[in-house]
């Protein structure tokens, strides 16, 4: 028998494609724009959303028969910012001066609509393992794409990935900086997070014309 039925695998497998929370659902943009000049802050923000969404979906499932209707919205603040205070305290004893880059953003882990949203829709309607892997599925469509720009951005901004030169050394021109390449400071400005989210849509929807929206 399998460990997953085909509408369990839907919950993990559609946010990864087709019902991306970011390119489709255009939630968690803030995010994407903020921390994602760098790999390794990319990749530790979805962890932690990971783990956040994982974990608050399971706990606001286990809790939803006794969740006042009219303070629910509180409680599931109450949850996501004490599995945030979680994440923050890990991060500050494990990567301290990754803690620090993050900062303000691991903050607000707390109001971003995708969490906020799948606490909503989902885990107050649904049971603790449907719930799981609702959470876990949104949780790694959002990484994904975050990983995916914080790729682009560092590597044609930095020419780095994880910090490791990869494209040679600018200053001394080794690498393809000695046929005369230069690294395209503006990957490392905001707003070409969002370029790259376009592109991101623009390849999804060239694949999938079932996703181009009808005006």
């Known amino acids: 028998m399998a460990l997953l039925s085909k509408k369990d695998a839907n919950l993990i497998l559609d946010p990864l494609s087709d019902n991306n929370p970011i390119t489709i659902q255009v939630l968690g943009i803030c995010s994407a724009l903020a921390i994602t000049a760098e790999l ?63 900062s303000v953003f691991v903050g607000l882990i707390i109001t971003n609509c995708i969490i906020m949203g799948r606490f909503e829709a989902f885990a107050l309607a649904n049971g603790t393992w ?7 599925g949104n949780a790694a469509g ?8 914080g790729f682009f951005r ?40 969002l370029i790259v989210v376009g592109l991101i849509i623009w390849v999804q929807r060239s694949r999938n014309k079932d996703l181009i929206e009808e005006n």
Request: net charge positive; no cysteine; charged share 15%.
């Open 142 to 149: 959002y990484g994904i794409i975050l990983v995916i720009i």
């Open 40 to 102: 390794k802050a990319s990749i530790v923000m979805s962890v932690s959303v990971l783990f956040v969404m994982g974990m608050g979906n399971v706990v606001i499932s286990l809790m939803r028969n006794i969740i006042p209707s009219k303070i629910r919205i509180i409680v599931q603040l109450v949850v996501v910012a004490t599995l945030v205070i979680i994440v923050d305290q890990v991060l500050k004893a494990f990567a301290y001066e990754l803690s620090k880059t993050l």
């Open 154 to 193: 560092e590597l044609l901004g930095s020419g780095t990935l994880l910090g490791y030169k990869v494209l040679g050394d600018p200053i001394a021109k080794t690498g393809l900086y000695a046929i005369g390449y230069e690294n395209n400071g503006f990957m490392l400005l905001s707003p070409m997070a």
């Open 130 to 136: 449907r719930s799981f892997l609702d959470g876990i």
